[in-house]
């Protein structure tokens, strides 16, 4: 297989980053395609931890090449900071190795403003908890065709002409929302200065992307959120501006659907959420308190604390489908050691009926109250485990029951943050 798509198959945060930076030794291209820097993307090699949000997963492998696609949504002041950041940690850039699609469209100071006041100005119960990085409002910005892109940094009339589109808009909204009007001239200032620090790596990527394949180059597509935040196929409102879904990956680097060989699901062995929404499995009890104290479930972007819960099964089979996953990386399994009892979500029960997927409508989502299977523990420790061998006989079970109910094959296993606590059951990368 040539190309591979990585998408998260819950709420986001399943462990895609060390999957992604495992995988990227068998690529020769990591390309971000949605998504910006809402994402928090962790990597621990031999114990430094690197921490990414813009940059693929990919970046701190030499010698590959990193994309940022024009799916995403870039934060250039955010990226320019990552960078230094990640430098800092010995890891190489250059417009060698980063490329950023000229068609990306930027997030600039305004849209991080909006998103937070709008966050602020909801009523209880109806705010998302974003990541209130002006994300949302770019995406926006962007379907709504006033969107200053990278392209748009090279030449100053056009510069000007795209903030005074923009401006049109945003100063009315603030307005609305008692914000004071944009600094025209200050914006155009600080894009112009940022400009040469974006531009070095400013690139036709639809086009690098085709030579690279035709040159039987391998890509390795990476997601960010996951398909519970799916922009249509998540849990509307409570979702991301984007979609994160496979189908996502052709659009968001300009390459067409059949480049793409494999898509690998990341699922975390339980479930997690951060933000506001619905979530049928969470536990507000002891239960899980521990899921979270022993995974370590606090936010990236935000240090909020995650929500946590129960696997389902019944949502990891939905997004499978939706994202046409042939394979996953079943994360984080060591969590679950010395539970005596795992429970598992089959399907829901809404209004005296059974379903075996998550209805869309808000109403009936509430409604739904998820239906149990139970599964005995292990007291053995799966952390650190390196082959399948090393695992004990009922996590071996849990494991293969997940596959039985969500209808799809394991062919990774993550046991610990480090890199190199992976086994490895299919390759994605194999012909
Ligand atoms: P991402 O957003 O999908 O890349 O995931 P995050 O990096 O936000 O969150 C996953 C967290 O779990 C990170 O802190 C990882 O270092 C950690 N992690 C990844 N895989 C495993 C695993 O198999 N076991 C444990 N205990 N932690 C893991
Ligand atoms: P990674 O790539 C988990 C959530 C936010 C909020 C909703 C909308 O690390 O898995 P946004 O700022 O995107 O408008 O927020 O989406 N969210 C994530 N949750 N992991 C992420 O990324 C997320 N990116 C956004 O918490 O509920
Ligand atoms: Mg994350």
């Not at 993307?41 to 970046?59: E, F, M, R, W």
């Not at 960078?83 to 940690?89: G, L, M, T």
């Not at 005296?352 to 005995?376: H, K, N």
Request: proline share 4%; with cysteine.
């Amino acid at each position: 297989m040539a190309n591979v798509v990585v998408v998260g198959a819950q709420w986001g945060d399943e462990g895609k980053g060390k999957i992604v930076d495992w995988l990227s030794e068998r690529a020769d291209v990591i390309a971000r395609f949605q998504g910006g820097h809402n994402a928090g993307h962790t990597l621990v090699i031999d114990g430094q931890v690197y921490k990414l949000n813009a940059l693929p997963s990919g970046v701190v492998r030499g010698g590959k090449l990193s994309v940022i696609g024009n799916g995403v949504v870039l934060d250039p002041w955010h990226l320019v900071g990552e960078i230094a950041k990640i430098r800092e940690q010995g890891v190489e850039i250059s417009a060698e190795t980063l490329m950023i699609a000229e068609n990306t469209p930027l997030i600039l100071p305004f849209h991080g403003e909006l998103d937070r006041a709008r966050e602020e100005a909801a009523a209880t119960g109806t705010k998302i908890g974003t990541t209130g990085r002006g994300i949302g409002p770019c995406y926006e910005d962007k379907v709504g065709r006033r969107a200053i892109r990278v392209a748009d940094l090279a030449d100053r009339a056009t510069l000007e002409a795209r903030v005074d589109r923009a401006l049109t808009h945003h100063n009315a909204l603030r307005a609305g929302l008692g914000l004071e009007p944009v600094d025209r001239d200050g914006l155009i200032a600080q894009l112009e200065e940022i400009a040469p620090e974006i531009l070095q790596y400013a690139a036709p990527v639809w086009k690098v992307l085709t030579e690279k394949r035709k040159a039987g180059k391998r890509i390795l597509f990476e997601g960010a959120q996951g398909s519970l935040l799916d922009i249509d196929f998540g849990t509307y409102p409570f979702v991301t501006s984007s979609n994160v879904i496979a189908g996502q990956a052709a659009t968001g680097v300009g390459i067409g659907p059949g480049s793409v060989d494999y898509v690998l699901g990341i699922v975390k062995a339980y479930t997690t959420r951060v933000g506001a929404g619905p979530f049928p499995t969470e536990l507000e009890d002891e239960t899980g308190e521990r899921l979270g104290t022993r995974g370590r479930e606090f936010g990236t972007v935000t240090g909020r604390k995650r929500r946590c819960g129960w696997f389902d099964a019944a949502l990891v089979r939905q997004t499978c489908a939706i994202s046409g996953i042939n394979g996953i990386a079943l994360t984080k399994l060591d969590v679950l050691d010395g539970f005596e009892t795992l429970k598992i979500c089959v399907g829901y029960e809404l209004d005296g009926e059974r379903l075996d997927y998550l209805p869309t409508a808000s109403d009936q989502q509430a409604r739904c109250t998820p239906i149990y299977e139970e599964m005995p523990g292990w007291s053995e420790s799966t952390e650190g485990a390196r082959s399948w061998a090393d695992l004990p006989a009922n996590a071996i079970k849990y494991v293969r029951h997940i596959e039985e109910l969500i209808d799809c094959p394991v062919a990774l296993l993550s046991t610990s943050p480090e890199r190199d606590d992976t086994i490895l059951v299919t390759d994605p990368f194999a012909d």
